[in-house]
């Protein structure tokens, strides 16, 4: 079971970073620190973007859509963490990360 809580625990992770990635460059993208007619900047932006967009769609169904601000990130980073802590309170392993 350890092996599989391990590839579970190391997967929620590199999803963490990559959605904070994803918020970081969006903040940079907004604030034109970065621009999106640089090619790489835009191959990044468009990986990040088809990267997320499966696990951001569920939950844009579910939130209302707010003018400026994109809660969904929020939410998910949220959900992954109440998973982790759920895994760990009901399994009683906690991984060596």
Known sequence: MTPILDALFLFLRVVFYVMLAQVIMSWLINFQVLNLRQPAVARLWDLLNRALEPIYA??????PATSGIDFTPM???????????????????????
Do not use: C, D
Not at 58 to 63: L, M, N
């Open 75 to 97: 939410v998910v980073i949220i959900g992954i963490l109440l998973l982790e802590k759920l895994i760990v309170a009901s399994t009683g392993y906690y991984p060596a990360y």
């Open 58 to 63: 569920p939950v844009r169904r579910i939130i």
